[in-house]
Nanobody, 120 residues
Framework: QVQLVESGGGLVQAGGSLRLSCAASGSIFSIDAMRWYRQAPGKQRELVAAITTGGSTNYADSVRGRFTISRDNAKNTVYLQVNSLKPEDTAVYYC??????????????WGQGTQVTVSS
């Protein structure tokens, strides 16, 4: 069993910050890329940020310069520091990871999501 659990969401005013966390647990052989997505009501889920095992990062244009993704491989955890928040950042934020449970057994896993609400 492999599980991803997000935390750190909440209610903030525009301009505020949060630190989202996503911890993977269970029978994990290795974790490849880890990603953060978000989905607002009535909208498509979109990729926000991604990070490789080696630490290379990629960001959506809408969050570049405001959000920072990082990971702690020893803790099987990925973080998303979200700064200078805007009302349009309001969404459920999900973490995603390609996880190997053995040498030949791998799959994409998703967390349950954490709500980020930004008021004007």
């Amino acid at each position: 069993q492999v599980q991803l659990v997000e935390s750190g969401g909440g209610l903030v005013q525009a301009g505020g910050s949060l630190r989202l966390s996503c911890a993977a647990s269970g029978s994990i052989f290795s974790i490849d890329a880890m990603r953060w997505y978000r989905q607002a009501p009535g909208k498509q889920r979109e990729l926000v940020a991604a990070i490789t095992t080696g630490g290379s990062t990629n960001y959506a244009d809408s969050v570049r310069g405001r959000f920072t993704i990082s990971r702690d491989n020893a803790k099987n955890t990925v973080y998303l520091q979200v700064n200078s928040l805007k009302p349009e950042d309001t969404a459920v934020y999900y973490c995603n990871a390609l996880i190997r449970r053995s040498y030949s057994d791998f799959a994409d896993y998703w967390g349950q999501g954490t709500q980020v609400t930004v008021s004007s």
